[in-house]
Structures are given as structure tokens and as C-alpha cells.
């Protein structure tokens, strides 16, 4: 890389980077508290047992148990096999990541001077809408299709540990229970373990995502100008964009800030890359195979690759268009 | 145990690393060179915060925990809890490489090739920037001019700002034809539309929230005779007359230089969204 290449990555790496960590450390930071403080049937407890009213109502639970998405995929794994619907589980996976109040907030902040109400807001519902969607069609799909069948089994034999522990304690109450024998301050300690090791995962892939926006912001990668060239044409912009993000892997609560310094893009582009990225990327699919078999997680890349650039081509063109 | 506690201690590293840039930036201000001001207080309390967090973790690295709650089979707290998706190391060089890398390499400041893909040499939009343009009130020429302060020398002190979007409003244009005035940027060559070699280019960085998302805003400067030897791209005061002149399609604001002389740089070097 040539001196002068050397000087403008280093300066928009830095720039993007000192602007995003401290929203990733927010975010990591309560999602390793809720580790280690949230008993595992809190969620199960709060939902409906309408089954779509249950689905609408975990698209809206990252409101109050906010998650980027690195962290709601090993937390759905755990509820799954403690009984939680899977309809409801892939709800909230899917939607945790961005309908969040830390989410929000990074979008808002991020796109301020660029329509920032509309977007968060577009953001926020886009994306709430896309993970109910998947949820209600979940929930009429049979279990042994979407999860892994070591998962399927588990939920089938019902032995979990936590069970077995609730036995022995007399079940006189109808929440887990703390079995902290350890010494005084250890979960303290254990949340703040959590949240470091959230950051580091979610820092890593940050990191990486803003080395290679700055190389394209910059002009030094190669195909910069091929992206650019994209970026008018407002039916493929969202495809490219929605690449660039399952490429990029990054947290849902630091992704605004990559979004909005893609200026040659149209709001709606940016839509597609800010809902689909916290859905779908390399990382998750790593993650999700935990939880989903191959296929369910082919499919499901399909579908929000297509649902969420229609939208957003739509909604270019029907709200972004009409924003001041 | 000891395994575990080595993994726990290169990962308060790596936080304690990003907070050190963090607060080695906000402490020395050049931040300001990178954030805009609402992001500066967030960037100072997500320094102290990593500082907060990975010195605590450094600190206890070695005390075994209980998270109070039970997993599944085959799984304990630490790998419930505490297990990363990478190797500690493998992390440790992704997050800090390019980290270390860029603060040897950064200078603060975007290089000329990186300004004209910015958009430093393209030909202003006739309506204006799309998300700037609705900040400028329509004015007579009197309000206008009773709005700005006056020189001892008569040069109406107009900010670059207001200059560039003059460009894309004939009717501000109108207004400002021929006023003389002094304003400040940073110059740098002309690059388009100079056969003569009789022309620079003065521009200042429009920050929204970062530096990666500023663009710069620029004006041409005719000097009508080759231009004097002025540092490249710092700072300047240059006084002389609007015009404003058809090329190619598009109305070039080209300010018609009586005098430039190299200046200290403002307070804030970029224009803020606010």
C-alpha cells in the first residue's frame, strides 16, 4: 500500500472505529449481565400462549432483553431445549438484533443529518415485521425441519438439567433458581467475563469490517469503483449491500456506522444492509448451525435475501423518496 | 485453570488497548480531527468503560466464578460463559493489528486522492447537497450582508460553507455576485477546468459524525497569474470577489483572489452537522 494509501485507511479505520466501540461495549455489557442474571425461563414466561400473539411478542422482546445477534444465538439454544416454541425462538433471534433499544440508539446517532428518525424507524419495523414473518411460517413448519436433530431430541426427552435440579429443590416456586455456592462477588465477575468475551467476538468482527470499509471508503480497494458504479442502480444497490454485510459480519449495534459513511448508496440500500446483515451473515451461519440444520438455514438466507431487498426497493421509493 | 486465566488476561489486553486509543486521542485532541462533538463525550466514557472493564477482568482473571444458574449437559460456566468464537490470540491480532497499524500510519487527515474521490473536484449539484442545502435561509441582499461582519479592509467574512451552496441557488448567487469577501480552508491544487495554471482549489471537511463520512466542500480560487507559493493543503485567508461562471453546465463559485495568506487552523477544523 502506497504512503498516501497508508494515511487514508489509517484515518477513516480510526474514525469509524473510535465512533462505534463504545456502542459495542453498551451492548456487550448488558448482554453479559443478562447472561449471567437472567434465569433461563423469564423469557418463556412473558409470552402468550396464543401461538401468533406469542411470535408478534418475541419479535418485540429485545426491547426489554437486548441482544446483538453473536449473543441471542447460544441464549435461543438454551431456551429451545428448556421447551421454548421455535416459531418463538427464531423470532427473537432474528429480531433481538435489532429491535433493541441499543440498536436504535447506534442508528440514530449514526445517521444523524440523514433522516435518522426515518431510518431507525424504518430499521426498527422492517425488521421487526421480516423476524415475525419467518416466526409465523416457523410455526407451521414441523420441528424436525428447522432444528438439529441432537436439539429435537433434547426438547423430546425433556430432561434437561434444569429440570432435574427444580425436582430437587421441592419445586415450591415457579422460578429458577440461583445455585450460586461459589464466593461472594463470582457472578459479578462471571457478567463481567461475559460481556468481555462478547466484546472481543463481536470487537474481532468489527474490526475486520471496518478495515474493509475504510479500504472502500477510501478508494484503495480493488472493485471500489465497481461497488460505486452500483450504487445508482436502485434494484441491484440492495443485493450489493446485503453481500457486503453477510461478508462483513457485523454487530447490529455497530453497523449504522459503516451504513452511513456508504454515501454513493440510497437510503434503501442502506435499509437492506442494516436489516439483513443482524439476519444473515458468515459469522451466524457458523452460529446458527448450533441450533438450525443446513437446509432450514439455506432457506432462510434465501428468504430474507429476497423479502428484505423487495422491501427496501419498495421502500425507497415509497418512504425515503417522501423523507425530508 | 491456567489456560483459561491466560485466555481472560489476553482479552483485558485487548480492551485495555482500545481504551488506551481511545483516551490517548480524546486526552491529546486530536479526537476532534475524527468525531464529530456528540460523539467525542460517547467516545471519552467508552474509553473509561473498556478501561473499567478490562482492568477488572485483568485483575480477577484467576478467580474461579459461578454465573448462579445451571447449563446443559457437557457444559460448565466457563464454556457457557467465557468461550470465545476465536483463539484469545487470533483475536488479539485482529483486534490490535490494525489498530497498532493505523495509529503509526494516520496523519490525521485524508491525502489528496482520497479528497477527490470525496468528491473534491466534482462539479456541484444544481440543487444543492441533498442533506445540507435546506439549512440555508433565503435572504435579501441586505439581510444577507448586515448578517456578516465586516474587515477594515470592506471584505464581508462569509464561511466556505456558505459559499459552496451558493452554487447550487442562482438566486443566492444573485445576491452574492460581486460582493467582496474573506473566508478560510485549506488550499490545494486545481486539478479540473485550469488551463492556465491560474487557479486553486479552497475547501473545508463537512463532518456528520466521523471523518470517514466527511466530504469536502470546495470552492475554486483565480488568481489571474500563477499562484503564490502556499503550503499544499494548509490553511489560508484569502480575500477577493465572487463570481460566480457557466463551465461545462454547471455554476462554478470562483472566488477572484486580491490577496491569500497562510493562516492557523480553527478551533474546528471540519464544519459540523450542527
Known sequence: MAADGRQDFAFAFLSILFEG???????????????????????????????????????LMGAVFPVCECAVVPVIRRLVGKGLPVACALTYMLAAPIVNPITALSTWKAFQGQSAATMTCS????????????????????????????????????????????????????HDHSHDHGPSGSRLIAAFR??????????????????????????????????????????????????????????????AFIAATLDRFAWGAKLAFLTFGPMMDVKLIFLYQTVLKRRAILGLAVFLFVVIGGISIYWQKLVFAAAP | MKSAALHRALSATCLLVWSAALLWFHGSGRIIKYLAPDFRL??????????????????????????????????????????????????LGLMLVPLVLSLAWTKDGYSAAALSRKGLYDSPAPGGSTFLSNAMPVMTREELLGSHRQTDDGYYEFSLMELFFSTGDRELQGIIDGVKVQTEGRIIDEQVRNPNGTRKRLYRLFMTCCAADSRPVPIVLEFGEPPPPLPENGWTKVTGTMRYKLEEGTYQAILVVDQAIAADAPMEESFMRN
Open chain 1, 123 to 174: 430499521r426498527l419495523l422492517l425488521g421487526f415485521l421480516v423476524a415475525v414473518l419467518v416466526g409465523l411460517i416457523a410455526s407451521r413448519l414441523p420441528m424436525r425441519s428447522i432444528l438439529r436433530p441432537r436439539l429435537v431430541e433434547e426438547i423430546e426427552r425433556g430432561s434437561r438439567h434444569a429440570d432435574h435440579h427444580h425436582h430437587e429443590h421441592g419445586g415450591c416456586c415457579d
Open chain 1, 194 to 255: 461475559s460481556a468481555m468475551k462478547d466484546f472481543v467476538d463481536v470487537a474481532v468482527y468489527f474490526s475486520i469490517g471496518v478495515a474493509i470499509t475504510a479500504l472502500f471508503n477510501t478508494g484503495i480497494a480493488p472493485g471500489a469503483a465497481w461497488l460505486d458504479s452500483l450504487a445508482a442502480n436502485q434494484y441491484l444497490a440492495p443485493g450489493v449491500l446485503m453481500l457486503l454485510a453477510f461478508i462483513l459480519s457485523l454487530c447490529s449495534t455497530s453497523d
Open chain 2, 42 to 91: 460517547i467516545a471519552l466514557l467508552g474509553g473509561l468503560g473498556l478501561l473499567v472493564v478490562g482492568a477488572f477482568n485483568l485483575l480477577t482473571c484467576r478467580r474461579e466464578t459461578s454465573c448462579g444458574h445451571s447449563h446443559g449437559e457437557g457444559e460448565d460456566c466457563h464454556s457457557a460463559h467465557d468461550s470465545h468464537d476465536l483463539h484469545p490470540l487470533m483475536a
Open chain 1, 21 to 59: 466501540a463504545p456502542f459495542i461495549l453498551l451492548g456487550t455489557l448488558i448482554s453479559g449481565f443478562l447472561d449471567v442474571y437472567l434465569p433461563p425461563g423469564a423469557m418463556d414466561r412473558l409470552l402468550p400462549k396464543n401461538r401468533t400473539l406469542a411470535v408478534i411478542v418475541a419479535g
